[in-house]
């Protein structure tokens, strides 16, 4: 079964961090692009960051570039979104989702699995 299991969301001040994983399970890791979605509650879900794992490519939303990291452990097939300088406006649901295409495609929404979500709250 192909299953992406996030975790490590919660609440946070802000100018906290938190560091959210992504675990997956299933399938090909190496062959996949794994980003990181968030949906806050009366918003369209938004493309926050992604990786490559082919080419260790990476992608950030302007919002959070300089803020947020992005890394991949192959060997533990998990993706790590680390989230440093928090704002309230970064409370949402956060989706990790893997796809076989490129970043591109991905943040159009061409995914072939995506988890259930984990929920950061940042307080003011």
């Known amino acids: 079964e192909v299953q992406l299991v996030e975790s490590g969301g919660g609440l946070a001040q802000a100018g906290g961090s938190l560091r959210l994983s992504c675990a997956a399970s299933g399938l090909s890791f190496d062959d996949y692009v794994i980003g990181w979605f968030r949906q806050a509650p009366g918003e369209e879900r938004e493309g926050v960051s992604c990786?490559?794992?082919?080419?260790?490519?990476?992608y950030y939303a302007d919002s959070v570039k300089g803020r947020f990291t992005i890394s991949s452990d192959n060997a533990k097939n998990t993706v790590y979104l680390q989230m440093n300088s928090l704002k309230t406006e970064d409370t949402a649901v956060y989706y990790c989702a893997a796809g076989l295409g490129t970043i591109a495609t991905i943040l159009r929404g061409y995914f072939e699995v995506w988890g259930q979500g984990t929920l950061v709250t940042v307080s003011s």
């Open positions: 990786i490559s794992n082919s080419d260790g490519s990476t």
